[in-house]
């Protein structure tokens, strides 16, 4: 058995990961990352104690024996420091350290995109594929990358950031300082963004509609529903996304020529509309179309992708 632990900047969520995939056994407690990065491990060794004691008492035959993090920020190197996790105020903390020093357990740490997209390649939508790449499609953009069964982090642990890959410049700058990033296009956010752009600049849209008149009340959400509905407004934001998307699966198809992508997060949500628009949209962007035919799936674990996969990073990174 082995435990996982999905860290939020709201939540602490936590559960015991059988040998299937299964959460037997699940715990949560709030983040509180006000208090300090010291509380918040006292409380994820609180919830990995608690899992472990349920797995001796209701599963002996099948003892905990690590413990897996996935952390929303960047991950050193060498997998024992949180380099910096902004939105929970955390920056060098050696939590790989802390934690195991706290449960007596071995810890593995990684990005919090990464580890969906572990748990899709052991048990979801791209097991059994050596060579796999996810996106996390959200509020920003995030992506794991899995080349010969092992996730990459890079020489310097910030690989994988695929919604901070460039294409071309946007109306508005990323968080994270520079313009054109891929999450500004294909988020949740790039959508409002830009149907409130559109709809500022004087194009009529149902969208308005479904806000209640108020452009701050849109949502991704009213924004592909209107795509799929034919409106101006939606599908432009739409066909913009899937053109950007489809750019990068390119790129990546040159870069390392994965055998699978999936795609997770809210706006995945829109399902075979964006599945078929992702594949016609690859028509004339793959440099050697007689051997590529691209592999585009929709993830399938959901929300338990982030405590299913944060259990089994250990078996995901090179152990040195």
């Known amino acids: 058995m082995k435990i996982g632990i999905d860290v939020g900047g709201t939540n602490l969520a936590a559960g015991a990961v059988d040998n299937n995939g299964q959460i037997v056994h ?22 990995a104690d608690e899992l472990a004691a349920w797995v001796k008492e209701n599963a002996p035959e099948d003892p905990v024996t690590e413990i897996g993090c996935g952390i929303p ?35 593995y740490l990684a ?15 791209t097991k059994g594929f050596d060579d796999a790449v996810m996106y996390t499609l959200g509020t920003g953009v995030g ?26 410049k946007n109306f508005y700058t990323c968080n994270c300082g520079k313009n054109g990033c891929l999450e ?33 009340k849109i949502t991704a959400k009213m924004v592909l529903d209107a795509a799929k ?19 990068s699966f390119a790129n990546v198809i040159d870069l390392i020529d994965p055998a699978v992508f999936t795609i997770g997060g809210g706006v ?3 399902g075979d509309f964006l599945l078929d628009a992702l594949k016609d949209g690859m028509e004339g962007k793959i440099t050697y179309p007689e051997l590529v035919d691209p592999d585009i799936r929709l993830a399938s674990l959901g ?18």
């Not at 983040?31 to 409380?43: F, Q």
């Open 26 to 47: 699940s715990a949560s407690t709030p983040a509180l990352p006000e208090n300090g990065y010291a509380s918040m491990v006292d409380s994820m060794a609180a919830l």
């Open 268 to 270: 995945a949500n829109a």
């Open 143 to 168: 992506g794991c990358v899995i080349i010969n069964g092992k996730i990459v982090n890079g020489a310097h642990g910030v690989a994988s950031e695929i919604g901070h890959t460039l294409d071309g």
């Open 303 to 320: 929300n338990d992708a982030g405590i299913v996969g944060a259990a089994y990073v250990g078996d995901y990174i090179v152990k040195k």
């Open 73 to 107: 920020g960047i991950i050193s190197r060498d997998g024992a420091t949180v380099v910096n996790a902004p939105n929970i105020f955390w920056k060098n903390e050696p939590l790989q350290k802390d934690l195991s020093d706290k449960t007596g357990l071995p810890v």
């Open 184 to 216: 500004t296009y294909a988020s949740a956010t790039g959508l409002i963004k830009r149907a409130q752009r559109l709809i500022s600049e004087g194009m009529q849209s149902s969208i308005l509609d479904l806000a209640g008149g108020d452009p701050d």
């Open 229 to 247: 509905a034919g409106d101006e407004v939606g599908t432009e934001c739409f066909e913009i996304m899937v053109d950007k998307l489809t750019n």
């Open 111 to 125: 990005n919090d995109a990464t580890v969906a997209g572990i748990a899709e390649n052991r048990f979801g939508s």
